[in-house]
């Protein structure tokens, strides 16, 4: 018996990413892969690569293991051309392990974390939650190396409180992000016993390295990593690791027309936009696309700003545009032609919740790509680059809404205005999606094939289409 009976095959492919990628590092790792296998050649930011990129040819290159630009050179390319790129983010909402991260109360082990984003918090309690991430180990030649890491077994968990300890606890929830968000790790048997918690107290040993960590976390907690790396506990000299929740991606609903996910914010964006580059660069009609270098580009730190080596405000986008055209005219020329889509998840019209929603602007699950607009210019969407996206939609038989935020509301952002500062127009889109920023989030499952086909329109259509289009 299948587990998805007539079920998108796109977001079946999804839920193996998803799955796979538990953090960005994962993301990046895994994306480079799907990229590899569909004949992408990497390359590095610190080689001379302008010298070696041929016309057809196709590449990535990565930063610092957390974000990811892809970019195909068309046969007939010169430099001038623009770029056409669609731009994501990896990162979500988590809660990450602090640099001290050793706790010790009540008889109980517990690890230290920091939230990271705007998540919503109280759905991360009772939850089975495991450790990835990346490590820095010693290998046996001497040299040091960044290896990622997935704990597939439940390690972790923030319990709740009893509600006959808390009566109130369904009329007024509240709880301390510092003080009661810490997980608990296991049983420390000498506490139990009586010995004092340790939770102000870090004693190093006066020889102690500047690079040894084995005093700010727990041994227990430092053995297991080693023992996943294969390594022993002195090689891992420190750490980014997150928690995550280790119940899968899943299909469900009463025709599995839903995806119940962590991390679709954003990494639902991320995969259409790599499987679409993908796609379209193993097509028979590949060698004869015209017009702008197709690029994507996962960003690293949006939840947080963006600001950063691997966010969307560093230099990797202006980094490209200056190295494929390098002089002040071409460069010109190049972000005049340019074309962005900003592609992250949007809010999917709530029954329980309507009211928050304006009135004519209620995007629906499966109803197809969202198109977003403000005024205050938190989406960088204006006329043109909207009515270029539909009529990219329109060629693949999409259809398309629209989401304005209501004015007594705050409106969220994406990497779509700080990017098209940079002078290159842009429009921003997403799929509909509920409850985001929780640990367990909700979206269409034919959704991710309606952002595929948008995107593989932009790489294949967008050249035809901007040639008939003039704005003085």
Not at 40 to 52: A, L, M, N, P, V
Not at 85 to 96: F, G, M, Q, R
Not at 390 to 409: A, C, T, Y
Request: net charge negative; glycine share 6%.
């Amino acid at each position: 018996m299948m587990l998805y009976p007539n079920s998108p095959e796109a977001a079946l492919r999804f839920l193996k990413f998803v799955n796979a990628s538990p953090t960005p590092f994962h993301a990046v790792a895994n994306a480079s892969l799907r990229l590899e296998k569909a004949g992408f050649q990497k390359i590095q930011e610190k080689d001379d690569w302008e010298k070696s990129i041929q016309p057809g040819g196709k590449y990535f290159f990565t930063r610092n293991q957390a974000a990811l630009v892809a970019f195909t050179i068309p046969a007939q390319w010169k430099q001038g051309a623009g770029l056409s790129i669609v731009a994501t983010h990896v990162d979500s909402p988590n809660l990450k392990v602090r640099p001290i991260s050793k706790r010790t109360k009540s008889g109980y082990l517990q690890v230290g974390v920091e939230t990271y984003g705007g998540g919503i918090w109280h759905s991360w309690l009772d939850r089975d939650l495991s450790l990835a991430g990346r490590v820095v180990i010693k290998e046996r030649n001497g040299r040091y190396k960044s290896k990622l890491l997935k704990i597939d077994r439940p390690l972790l968990r923030i319990p709740t409180l009893a509600i006959h300890l808390d009566r109130n606890v369904n009329d007024d929830f509240k709880f301390n992000q510092e003080s009661e968000f810490v997980p608990i790790l296991g049983l420390l048997e000498s506490q139990l016993n009586g010995e004092k918690d340790d939770d102000e107290v870090r004693e190093l040993p006066p020889d102690q390295k500047a690079s040894n960590i084995q005093a700010n976390h727990h041994s227990e907690l430092l053995s297991l990593l080693a023992a996943e790396l294969s390594v022993v506990p002195e090689d891992i000299h420190d750490f980014e690791l997150s928690l995550y929740d280790t119940q899968p991606a899943t299909l469900g609903g009463i025709n599995n027309e839903f995806i119940f996910s962590p991390r679709m914010d954003n990494l639902v964006s991320s995969f259409c936009a790599v499987e679409a580059i993908a796609e379209t660069s193993s097509l028979q009609t590949f060698p004869a696309l015209e017009g702008n270098v197709n690029c994507i580009a996962l960003f690293n730190h949006e939840e947080i700003g963006s600001v950063s080596n691997s966010g969307a405000e560093s230099s990797l986008i202006p980094s490209l545009l200056n190295r494929l055209s390098p002089t002040p005219a071409a460069l010109a020329q190049s972000v005049s032609r340019s074309f962005l889509i900003s592609a992250d998840m949007g809010h999917a019209i709530h029954p329980n919740y309507s009211s928050k929603y304006e009135d004519k602007h209620k995007p629906r699950m499966n109803g197809g790509v969202v198109v977003k607009t403000n005024a205050k210019q938190r989406y960088a969407s204006d006329a043109i680059s909207t009515f270029i996206v539909k009529q990219l939609i329109e060629r693949k038989g999409g259809q398309v809404q629209e989401f304005e935020v209501r004015n007594d509301m705050a409106c969220g952002s994406t990497v779509g205005p700080m990017l098209s500062k940079i002078g290159i127009r842009t429009v921003d889109v997403g799929n509909a999606m509920l409850s985001m920023h929780s640990i367990r989030e909700t979206a269409g499952s034919h959704d991710v094939q309606n952002a595929i086909d948008l995107f593989s329109a932009f790489f294949e259509d967008f050249a035809e289409l901007d040639k008939g289009l003039t704005v003085d």
